[in-house]
């Protein structure tokens, strides 16, 4: 790197500096946010991405920020009732038959 200025390589190394303090890999502790991402909706009720696109009339209310799609807890959580009663439902009606 001849001819680079010294601060160059200080901010570069500060730049890597924070990227390290959240390892890659690590787990964030997502139970405390206030918003969850479709990939992580997803990984918590088991489903496909693809899915969460290709229906989107069966998914929780969500929103952009920026270039990101994010989902309340609130609406994930009245989503999740919505799922649990709807199946409530439909296995009484099963044991009618």
Same mark, same amino acid.
């Given at each position: 790197m001849a001819g680079k200025p010294a601060t160059h390589n200080k901010h570069r190394h500060a730049a890597a500096a924070v990227v390290k303090q959240q390892p890659a890999g690590e787990a964030v502790e997502t139970s405390t946010l206030d918003c969850l991402s479709v990939d992580e909706f997803c990984r918590r009720n088991? $489903?496909?991405?693809?899915?969460?696109?290709k229906a989107p009339e069966e998914m929780p209310p969500s929103f952009r920020l920026g270039a990101r799609r994010l989902i309340t807890r609130e609406a994930a959580e009245?989503?999740? $009732?919505?799922?649990?009663a709807e199946a409530a439902t439909h296995g009484k009606q099963r044991e009618r038959v």
């Open positions: 088991s $489903l496909s991405t693809q899915y969460f696109y009245r989503w999740r $009732l919505a799922r649990d």
